[in-house]
């Protein structure tokens, strides 16, 4: 039986959640979870509900009701079908901690993605990629090249229709004109001690400074640089008694997780901008098996 999603977002209204059950209720869909969440500094409300539809009603024809419930609302919304996989770009340089964690867990089903290719600005990788069947592009990065490179990797985008681009440990800056064409579908990740130790080798600043916990953050990529909205965070502790080797592994390994945690919570439409921040719903114990796989 498919499984659907419907993700709103609007201001707070007193009637919303009543609409959309009482909506699906009366299309034969059955709501199998469902969270929201009231921003009430900025009185924006975030629904998203799972649902399965039980009498054989199609999304399309789902969909195109449901616009008369949503206009008086001023919803922005979207439905979309679990069974449908997202397209997803990575793009990785010279560290593959991520990459490799990625591609281990879309091999063994527990992230369901469809990777249209691997975009890098070095060829250390390519026998990696090229191993698990996906297509690998070199696009080499250089001051005097970075606009034809960036229109290759844009052209490169759009003709695999790709829905998502993520940075998989990828040191290149992307221009604004990127950022903004692809809001809300870059993610990125990097170690969180920004802004504390920035440049060359943060975990070796780190440890001579004599940080107890490291770890990780993985947000949406806007033009200003590693300042984007968090979508996934974690940490771990550190004690006087490891080497900075220490912090390095340690620190790959939360990366790693981080990521793929992002990922799956972008790909499930379990986050919601809210401005400069998201709101993130946690998987549901009752929601769809692939949701609670990470």
């Not at 943060?202 to 400074?209: G, L, S, V």
């Amino acid at each position: 039986m498919p499984q659907f999603v419907l993700t709103v977002t609007c201001l707070s209204r007193r009637g919303i959640v009543a609409a959309i059950a009482s909506y699906l209720a009366e299309n034969g869909c059955n709501i199998t979870d469902s969270a929201q969440f009231d921003d009430l500094e900025t009185g924006n409300f975030f629904m998203r509900v799972g649902f399965r539809p039980e009498t054989g009603t199609t999304l399309e024809a789902l969909t195109e009701g449901f616009a008369a419930i949503a206009t008086p609302f001023d919803m922005e919304w979207q439905m979309f079908d679990q069974a449908q996989k997202i397209k997803v770009l990575l793009m990785v340089s010279n560290f593959g901690h991520c990459l490799n964690d990625l591609l281990y867990r879309w091999r063994i089903g527990a992230l369901p993605i469809d990777i249209v290719g691997v975009v890098s600005n070095h060829m250390t990788y390519q026998k990696v990629v090229v191993n698990h069947d996906i297509p690998f592009h070199h696009i080499r990065v250089t001051k005097e090249n970075k606009p034809e490179a960036e229109a290759r990797l844009l052209s490169l985008v759009e003709e695999s229709g790709t829905e998502l681009v993520v940075l998989a440990r990828y040191m290149q800056v992307l221009s604004d004109a990127f950022c903004q064409k692809m809001s809300g579908r870059i993610i990125n990740i990097h170690h969180s001690f920004l802004p504390s130790f920035k440049g060359a080798n943060p975990y070796k600043q780190a440890y001579q400074r004599g940080v107890k916990l490291i770890g990780a953050t993985a947000h949406y990529v806007t033009a200003d640089l590693d300042e984007g909205p968090i979508i996934e965070q974690d940490t771990v502790r550190i004690t006087h008694a490891q080497s900075p080797d220490d912090y390095v592994s340690l620190g790959r390994d939360v990366e790693a997780g981080v990521l793929s945690r992002a990922i799956h919570a972008h790909i499930h439409h379990r986050v919601f901008l809210n401005g400069n921040k998201t709101v993130v719903f946690p998987a549901s114990p009752g929601g769809h098996a692939s949701e609670r796989m990470g």
